[in-house]
T-cell receptor, first 109, second 114 residues
């Protein structure tokens, strides 16, 4: 079956770095997405990886290893506004998204 | 402001009642989607439409129906609501074509069925 696994909750300190991991099993693979969702709000797109390696976008970076079925989202210089849930989603061979349950990131001062 | 508008924002209704959640986008995206989000679970696709005039079933379509009469509107109807349909519903859209189908989401509709 198809499955996305990510930790339920993580805690980090303001100014620090945190890595949110995601492992995926999909029927075929057409990319891995990360979305951010603040409480009570809509998910918003953060990153897309389809090739192995690291994609950097300002304070956020996303990594993909297709051979390991693994991705991570790296957040640097954490700010209080980064407190949110981070959703990992894999795209299968039919271009359908398989979503993880999300990782709730709590930032402490 | 370009984006997706959902209505209502929140609704409580009695089991057995009919309910339509409205979704309108102004980005001229061809593809539209309805998801439900429940605590502890990932977003689950209910129905989708790749272009006006066509619809398809997602992962959890039972008890729901959709229509796509034009590019902008994609309403979701619960013919006879049941308590298990209590959830937050998100409408989303994307440009057509395979590949990096980045989704733009509406603000969500919180539905409680009693």
């Amino acid at each position: 079956g198809q499955n996305i696994d990510q930790p339920t909750e993580m805690t980090a300190t303001e100014g620090a770095i945190v890595q949110i991991n995601c492992t995926y099993q999909t029927s075929g693979f057409n990319g891995l997405f990360w979305y951010q969702q603040h409480a009570g709000e809509a998910p918003t797109f953060l990153s897309y990886n389809v090739l192995d390696g690291l994609e950097e976008k300002g304070r956020f970076s996303s990594f993909l290893s297709r051979s390991k079925g693994y991705s991570y989202l790296l957040l640097k210089e954490l700010q209080m506004k980064d407190s949110a849930s981070y959703l990992c989603a894999g795209m299968d061979s039919n271009y359908q998204l398989i979503w993880g349950a999300g990782t709730k990131l709590i930032i402490k001062p | 402001i370009a984006g997706i508008t959902q209505a209502p924002t929140s609704q409580i209704l009695a089991a057995g009642r009919r309910m339509t959640l409205r979704c309108t986008q102004d980005m001229r995206h061809n593809a539209m989607y309805w998801y439900r989000q429940d605590l502890g679970l990932g977003l689950r696709l209910i129905h989708y439409s790749n272009t006006a005039g066509t619809t398809g079933k997602g992962e959890v379509p039972d008890g729901y129906s959709v229509s796509r009469a034009n590019t902008d509107d994609f309403p979701l109807t619960l013919a006879s609501a049941v308590p298990s349909q209590t959830s937050v519903y998100f409408c989303a859209s994307s440009d057509s074509g395979p590949g990096a189908n980045v989704l733009t989401f509406g603000a969500g509709s919180r539905l409680t069925v009693l």
